[in-house]
């Protein structure tokens, strides 16, 4: 490996980690929008909020996903471990279910009423469900990546 693969992929590294730790931010924010208890009189500001965020997760989700599909973990994890190739086919195929996801809740929040708090409680609730799913999907992540890199392989010792 040439010494400018190694700092572009120490490059890649550190972006992938920083795009993380900005979503990290960004669930959370929208953790805090979730737990917001509005009174009977609309959920107009909630709403707003909630949608205004979520339209950022969603462009950030996507940023992250292609980041890791393209240049980060999962190629890595292939030429490390070709055996692998079938769980990162399977966590590609999960970023494309939550980017779907990610769309429709967008879509119903951009056309609920402010008025209807349980219809904005209820897309709230999806919306916590999804960012669980994505929780558990990084850490499932974290998991292939430690398989690639500690799995010996034999050999000599």
């Not at 951009?110 to 850490?139: F, K, T, Y």
Request: aromatic content about 4%.
């Amino acid at each position: 490996m040439t010494t400018f693969e190694v700092a572009n992929q120490n490059d890649i590294a550190q972006q992938t980690l920083i795009e993380h730790e900005l979503l990290g931010h960004i669930m959370s924010s929208l953790r805090s929008i979730v737990a917001w208890k509005v009174s009977d009189t609309g959920a107009s500001r909630k709403l707003s909020s909630l949608t205004f965020v979520t339209h950022a997760f969603q462009r950030h989700f996507d940023r992250l996903m292609t980041l890791e599909e393209q240049d980060g973990y999962m190629s890595m994890v292939i030429s490390e471990n070709p055996a692998l190739s079938e769980s990162v086919d399977a966590l590609c195929l999960e970023h494309e279910g939550f980017r779907s996801e990610i769309n429709r809740l967008v879509s119903q929040l951009e056309h609920l009423n402010p008025d209807d708090c349980g219809q904005v409680e209820l897309v709230s609730g999806e919306l916590l469900a999804l960012l669980s799913d994505i929780d558990r999907h990084g850490c499932q992540e974290i998991q292939l990546i430690q398989q690639a890199l500690l799995q010996d392989e034999g050999g000599e010792a």
